[in-house]
């Protein structure tokens, strides 16, 4: 029931980002030996973007499972979550300036050849992707498999989202209406691993009957049968 208001929480037709938004990309995972950043193994690559609001605030955000960082997907994750005309701040990437193209203006702060840490020169996206992994491994622990991970960040969004909400009852009031407004959801599509067909799924035991040995009738019970 939880995936299937998580589905939910993606409301159709949504509004994208506008403004000055901020894109980056991060890796979720466990902590595993071996390359740390980019290239690295046994992790989820995840594109964020966030709006920044004057001064120092932060607006909507989106979040989505990619396959790679390479800049046709990038370009696919901007047009569906960002606004054409909106100015987009990206990090040196250079596959973000192909991505970008004419849709919009590009704003590019190149890291390695500024003075400052990449959470100052980016700030929005580094605090949606640190407050993401602390939810993931607060809340749940961490036993978050990446089949399932798209899910846990539309629900990520969504608090995030409306974290300025005076009524936190109208939230679930909220997720009811957007239930309303979504494609049914099957169990087949909320299974990470959907290779398993119908055959293979064992219908479920018959009730055994009791044993010869106790089975039979049951003795009387007089003091229920008696009548006064």
């Known amino acids: 029931?939880?995936?299937?208001?998580?589905?939910?929480?993606?409301?159709?037709?949504?509004?994208r980002l506008t403004g000055t938004v901020e894109v980056d990309e991060t890796f979720v995972g466990g902590v595993r030996p071996g390359k740390r950043g980019r290239g690295a193994e046994g992790k989820t690559l995840v594109a964020v973007a966030v709006e920044l609001l004057a001064?120092?605030?932060?607006?909507?955000?989106?979040?989505?499972?990619?396959?790679?960082?390479?800049?046709?997907?990038?370009?696919?994750?901007?047009?569906?979550?960002?606004?054409?005309?909106?100015?987009?701040?990206?990090?040196?990437?250079?596959?973000?300036?192909?991505?970008?193209?004419?849709?919009?203006?590009?704003?590019?702060?190149?890291?390695?050849?500024?003075?400052?840490?990449?959470?100052?020169?980016?700030?929005?996206?580094?605090?949606?992707?640190?407050?993401?992994?602390?939810?993931?491994?607060?809340?749940?622990?961490?036993?978050?498999e990446a089949d399932h991970l798209q899910a846990y960040l539309n629900e990520f969004a969504f608090r995030f989202n409306r974290r300025h909400s005076e009524f936190r009852g109208l939230l679930f009031r909220r997720l009811l209406e957007q239930a309303v407004q979504v494609e049914p959801?099957?169990?087949?599509?909320?299974?990470?691993?959907?290779?398993?067909?119908?055959?293979?799924?064992?219908?479920?035991?018959?009730?055994?009957?009791?044993?010869s040995s106790i089975s039979g009738t049951s003795p009387g019970h007089p003091w229920r049968d008696h009548n006064p």
Request: contains cysteine.
């Open 1 to 15: 029931m939880l995936h299937r208001f998580r589905t939910a929480m993606v409301r159709p037709g949504r509004d």
């Open 185 to 211: 959801v099957s169990y087949r599509s909320l299974v990470g691993n959907p290779s398993t067909t119908a055959e293979e799924i064992q219908p479920p035991r018959k009730h055994r009957p009791h044993p």
């Open 55 to 144: 001064p120092t605030g932060f607006g909507r955000c989106r979040l989505r499972v990619i396959p790679n960082a390479h800049a046709p997907t990038f370009h696919l994750f901007l047009l569906d979550c960002v606004m054409p005309g909106s100015v987009v701040v990206t990090d040196g990437l250079s596959p973000y300036r192909a991505a970008i193209g004419e849709d919009y203006r590009h704003v590019p702060h190149i890291v390695a050849k500024s003075s400052d840490p990449a959470h100052v020169s980016l700030p929005g996206v580094h605090r949606i992707a640190s407050l993401l992994k602390r939810w993931l491994l607060g809340t749940h622990q961490g036993a978050v």
